[in-house]
Antibody, heavy 119, light 107 residues
Framework: EVQLVESGGGLVQPGGSLRLSCAASGFSFKNYEMNWVRQAPGKGLEWISYISSDSTKYYAHSVKGRFTISRDNAKSSLFLQMNSLRVEDTSVYYC?????????????WGQGTLVTVSS | DIQMTQSPSSLSASVGDRVTITCRASQSISSYLNWYQQKPGKAPKLLIYTSSSLQSGVPSRFSGSGSGTDFTLTISSLQPEDFATYYCQQSYSAPRTFGHGTKVEIK
């Protein structure tokens, strides 16, 4: 069974940093592209970052230059380093597996971890 | 970025009703359109990918259709567990944008 378990969320002040982790199991992590998707309270879904199996990375405009995605294939783990956090970054952050290829979709989601940016 | 517009934003329906949700893309996305279901406090779940392919384990009362810019998610006979918010997403080009969601509520 595919499992994605996020951790690392919490309360942080504006301008602060936080590192999210996602532990993957039940599939060959090293072979899959991965994503982070977030959802502000009461709002819709926003894709924010992608990493390929060989660590090619893409970011949404809203987080580019502040967030860094990375992975450790040996530990089947995905990370999101978030710096210069803003109030508007307050969201549930989901670790999401990518089906890969043209027209790829998000086929497995973690339960999410809440990040609250507030003074 | 490709904009995805869903309609309606919410609807009320009864158990057993046929429900249709529409998603329109700001440009042609071929058949690269996916649908997700999200229940309160839970992560989204993939229902349909590439416009009409049913994800494994999803009940057959869910179906999708469309190509180009106009797409439809249909629930043939609404069940109590189907009350949720539904999102469309294009996977034609990066960034893979979502619609704003359609909340299906009990009538």
């Amino acid at each position: 069974e595919v499992q994605l378990v996020e951790s690392g969320g919490g309360l942080v002040q504006p301008g602060g940093s936080l590192r999210l982790s996602c532990a993957a199991s039940g599939f060959s992590f090293k072979n899959y592209e991965m994503n982070w998707v977030r959802q502000a309270p009461g709002k819709g879904l926003e894709w924010i970052s992608y990493i390929s199996s060989d660590s090619t990375k893409y970011y949404a405009h809203s987080v580019k230059g502040r967030f860094t995605i990375s992975r450790d294939n040996a530990k089947s783990s995905l990370f999101l380093q978030m710096n210069s956090l803003r109030v508007e970054d307050t969201s549930v952050y989901y670790c999401v597996r990518d089906s890969g290829g043209k027209g790829a979709y998000f086929d497995h989601w973690g339960q999410g971890t809440l990040v609250t940016v507030s003074s | 970025d490709i904009q995805m517009t869903q309609s309606p934003s919410s609807l009320s329906a009864s158990v057993g009703d046929r429900v249709t949700i529409t998603c329109r893309a700001s440009q042609s996305i071929s058949s690269y359109l996916n649908w997700y279901q999200q229940k309160p406090g839970k992560a989204p779940k993939l229902l349909i990918y590439t416009s009409s392919s049913l994800q494994s384990g999803v009940p057959s009362r869910f179906s999708g259709s469309g190509s180009g810019t106009d797409f439809t998610l249909t629930i043939s006979s609404l069940q109590p567990e189907d009350f949720a918010t539904y999102y469309c997403q294009q996977s034609y080009s990066a960034p893979r944008t979502f619609g704003h969601g359609t909340k299906v509520e009990i009538k």
